[in-house]
C-alpha cells in the first residue's frame, strides 16, 4: 500500500527571504512546497496551476493584498484552506482575512512546529482559533452589536446544535467538542456539517463570527 501523498502548500509572501525560511520549515516538516508567490494574486495563479490543500498568506503585500487574494481563492470552483501569517500589530487586517474566508491566522514569530501543525489542521478542515490571542481579536472586531438587528440564527438549531456552535466557538477542535459532550468525534462533525448549513456559513470560522454576531457568545465572557 502506497504512502499518502505529503499535504501540498503555496506561500504567499512579497519578501524572498521570508518566503524562503518559511518554505525550509514546511518542507523539513514533511510538506510539500509546490508554488511560491509575491502578491495575491500570483497566489490564485499558484493555486489554479497546482491545486495545494493549503495557501500561507501574507497580509500586507504589493499589487494585490493578502485579503483580496483569500477573497479570490475562496471563489475557486475548489478553493484551497488558507491561514494566514501576520504580525501582532495587524489585528484590523487579520479580522478582515477571516471574513474573506481564511480557515484561521498564525503569528509570524511561531516556533516551526507550530507552523507545520498550523498547515495539517486547517488541512483537515479545522479553523485555527483556538489560541486564546484569537479569540481576543474576534472580540474586539465585534464588540458593537448590527445597527439592524436580523433575524435569530439559532432558532432552527436543536438544543445539541446550539451547544455545539457554543463550544465551537470558543475555539474548541471536533477532538475536544466531543470530549465535552461526551459523543464520538463522528457525531459532532456531523453535528457541525448540519449547524453549516442552517447557519448559511461556509466554514467554521464563519460560523465563530456569526455567533459573535448573534450575541450567543459574548466579547470576554468563554460562552
Known amino acids: 500500500m502506497s504512502a499518502p501523498r505529503p499535504l501540498r502548500v503555496v506561500v504567499a509572501d512579497d519578501h524572498a527571504?521570508?518566503?524562503?525560511?518559511?518554505?525550509?520549515?514546511?518542507?523539513?516538516?514533511?510538506?510539500?512546497?509546490?508554488?511560491?508567490?509575491?502578491?495575491?494574486?500570483?497566489?490564485?495563479?499558484?493555486?489554479?496551476?497546482?491545486?495545494?490543500?493549503?495557501?500561507?498568506?501574507?497580509?500586507?503585500?504589493?499589487?494585490?493584498?493578502g485579503i483580496e487574494g483569500t477573497r479570490r481563492l475562496r471563489r475557486l470552483a475548489e478553493p484551497p484552506h488558507v491561514l494566514v501569517l501576520t504580525t501582532f500589530d495587524l489585528d484590523e487586517y487579520v479580522f478582515r482575512a477571516l471574513e474573506a474566508g481564511a480557515a484561521g491566522f498564525l503569528l509570524k514569530d511561531a516556533p516551526?512546529?507550530?507552523?507545520?501543525?498550523?498547515?495539517?489542521?486547517?488541512?483537515?478542515?479545522?479553523?485555527l482559533l483556538?489560541?486564546?490571542?484569537?479569540?481576543?481579536?474576534?472580540?474586539r472586531y465585534l464588540q458593537t452589536p448590527p445597527s439592524?438587528?436580523?433575524?435569530?440564527?439559532?432558532?432552527?438549531?436543536?438544543?445539541r446544535e446550539r451547544?455545539?456552535?457554543?463550544?465551537?466557538?470558543?475555539?474548541?477542535?471536533?477532538?475536544?467538542?466531543?470530549?465535552?459532550?461526551?459523543?464520538?468525534?463522528?457525531?459532532?462533525?456531523?453535528?457541525?456539517t448540519r449547524l453549516l448549513a442552517k447557519l448559511g456559513v461556509r466554514d467554521r470560522v464563519q460560523a465563530v463570527v456569526r455567533a459573535y454576531e448573534s450575541g450567543l457568545v459574548r466579547p470576554g465572557r468563554a460562552g
Not at 483556538?130 to 472580540?139: F, K, N, S, V
Not at 439592524?148 to 438544543?159: E, K, R
Not at 456552535?165 to 456531523?190: D, F, H, M, R, Y
Open 112 to 127: 516551526p512546529d507550530r507552523l507545520v501543525e498550523a498547515v495539517r489542521t486547517v488541512a483537515a478542515g479545522e479553523a
Open 17 to 65: 527571504l521570508v518566503r524562503s525560511g518559511v518554505v525550509g520549515v514546511l518542507e523539513g516538516g514533511g510538506l510539500e512546497v509546490v508554488g511560491e508567490a509575491a502578491d495575491g494574486q500570483q497566489a490564485v495563479e499558484q493555486a489554479l496551476a497546482h491545486r495545494p490543500d493549503v495557501v500561507l498568506m501574507d497580509v500586507r503585500m504589493p499589487r494585490t493584498d
Open 148 to 159: 439592524v438587528p436580523g433575524p435569530d440564527p439559532a432558532a432552527d438549531l436543536s438544543p
Open 163 to 192: 451547544e455545539v456552535w457554543q463550544l465551537l466557538a470558543q475555539g474548541l477542535s471536533n477532538t475536544e467538542i466531543a470530549a465535552a459532550l461526551v459523543v464520538t468525534e463522528a457525531t459532532v462533525k456531523a453535528h457541525v
Open 130 to 139: 483556538a489560541p486564546a490571542i484569537t479569540r481576543r481579536l474576534i472580540e
